[in-house]
């Protein structure tokens, strides 16, 4: 069976942001940040033009989505132990045992993730990358899509979808 993708980093293909890591044991990292880097590569079929899809429209929408997330706290809001809400005054007030933080809400995307590993960042990613694609770009069949995100050089979290999961 032959097989087409496109892969795409860029170095425009980052953002830096905040968080804090809830380890398995329930304890919690520091806030604090990283300059995060993404990479993507998509599958799908090849067209008539010899393409997966074109580069220079693949690139926009995973801007898009790194520019969402960049200069923000990340809040993993289905986290159980955190608790979160928003004061009359437009502050996100934020509770995870002991720890308390307060800060402008325009300053933090909530994320409908459990935990702020580069791995749920992949997976939010790489969905919303999917789904941004399908709806713009209705003609072109994306069969498979793996979405890193690097926290520091050499670590990675991965996420991979392939249209075969959904048989």
Request: net charge negative; hydrophobic share 35%; glycine share 6%.
């Given at each position: 069976?032959?097989?087409?993708?496109?892969?795409?980093?860029?170095?425009?293909?980052?953002?830096?942001?905040?968080?804090?890591?809830?380890?398995?044991?329930?304890?919690?990292?520091?806030?604090?940040?990283?300059?995060?880097?993404?990479?993507?590569?998509?599958?799908?079929?090849?067209?008539?033009?010899?393409?997966?899809?074109?580069?220079?429209?693949?690139?926009?929408?995973?801007?898009?989505?790194?520019?969402?997330?960049?200069?923000?706290?990340?809040?993993?809001?289905?986290?159980?132990?955190?608790?979160?809400?928003?004061?009359?005054?437009?502050?996100?007030?934020l509770?995870?045992?002991?720890?308390?933080?307060?800060?402008?809400?325009?300053?933090?995307?909530?994320?409908?993730?459990?935990?702020?590993?580069?791995?749920?960042?992949?997976?939010?990613?790489g969905?919303?990358?999917?789904?941004?694609?399908?709806?713009?770009?209705?003609?072109?069949?994306?069969?498979?899509?793996?979405?890193?995100?690097?926290?520091?050089?050499?670590?990675?979290?991965?996420y991979?979808?392939?249209?075969?999961?959904?048989?």
């Amino acid at each position: 069976m032959e097989q087409w993708s496109i892969e795409i980093q860029k170095e425009y293909f980052k953002f830096s942001a905040a968080h804090f890591l809830i380890f398995p044991d329930g304890s919690a990292e520091r806030l604090h940040g990283h300059n995060y880097r993404v990479f993507c590569e998509l599958d799908g079929s090849l067209s008539e033009h010899g393409l997966v899809m074109d580069f220079k429209v693949v690139k926009p929408v995973v801007r898009e989505l790194v520019d969402r997330l960049d200069e923000h706290f990340l809040l993993p809001a289905e986290h159980p132990g955190i608790q979160w809400g928003e004061r009359d005054d437009g502050v996100l007030e934020l509770r995870y045992k002991d720890a308390y933080y307060a800060m402008p809400r325009e300053d933090v995307v909530v994320l409908p993730i459990n935990n702020s590993s580069s791995e749920n960042l992949a997976s939010w990613l790489g969905r919303e990358l999917r789904r941004e694609l399908e709806q713009r770009f209705p003609d072109v069949t994306i069969r498979g899509v793996r979405l890193a995100v690097e926290e520091t050089s050499g670590q990675r979290g991965v996420y991979r979808y392939t249209a075969d999961d959904e048989a």
